[in-house]
T-cell receptor, first 114, second 114 residues
């Protein structure tokens, strides 16, 4: 079965510090894309960052970066200089060629302490 | 502004009723999706469509129906056959539905069965 596991149901971090959210996935495919989405209290899903599996270089978007370990099937999200607006549920997901869907993890609730 | 709209934001249904959730996009995207989100869980795919007048079942299609008569519209009907319809429903769209696409989400509809 194709699955995504986020082992941390909840995380908290002090404002301005760095936090890493973990994600592992299980697929036998070699061609796929990985995503981190953020769901704030408004509940709209917002794309944070994406990574193409064939690229070894880790993706970065401002304060957000990933640590992609293809052999280990790991795709963690690092948030630097955490801000109060980063508080949300974070979902890891991947998109397989031909699957026509995103496979989501169960999410990590991130709290930012002022 | 380009984006995805969903209506209504909140919907209440009595037992045995069919209800229809609206999803409209003005992004000129070919692909559209419906996901269901239950508390403490990630999203699961209900239906998707890559082109007008064509759609495919996702992982949890039983008790749901869709239509795609126009490129910009992809309404979801929750029928009385859906035994546990109380959930948060998210609509998404993507340029073509290929593996390289990012899916963009609407603000969601919260459905409650009374």
């Amino acid at each position: 079965a194709q699955t995504v596991t986020q082992s941390q149901p909840e995380m908290s971090v002090q404002e301005a510090e760095t936090v890493t959210l973990s994600c592992t996935y299980d697929t036998s495919e070699s061609d796929y894309y990985l995503f981190w989405y953020k769901q704030p209290p408004s509940r709209q899903m917002i794309l944070v960052i994406r990574q193409e599996a064939y690229k070894q270089q880790n993706a970065t978007e401002n304060r957000f970066s990933v640590n992609f370990q293809k052999a280990a099937k790991s795709f963690s999200l690092k948030i630097s200089d955490s801000q109060l607006g980063d508080a949300a549920m974070y979902f890891c997901a991947y998109n397989l060629r031909g699957a026509q869907k995103l496979v989501f993890g169960q999410g990590t609730r991130l709290t930012i302490n002022p | 502004d380009g984006g995805i709209t969903q209506s209504p934001k909140y919907l209440f249904r009595k037992e045995g009723q069919n209800v229809t959730l609206s999803c409209e996009q003005n992004l000129n995207h070919d692909a559209m999706y419906w996901y269901r989100q239950d508390p403490g869980q990630g999203l699961r795919l209900i239906y998707y469509s890559q082109i007008v007048n064509d759609f495919q079942k996702g992982d949890i299609a039983e008790g749901y129906s869709v239509s795609r008569e126009k490129k910009e519209s992809f309404p979801l009907t929750v029928t009385s056959a859906q035994k546990n319809p109380t959930a948060f429903y998210l609509c998404a769209s993507a340029p073509s539905g290929s593996i390289t696409d990012t899916q963009y989400f609407g603000p969601g509809t919260r459905l409650t069965v009374l």
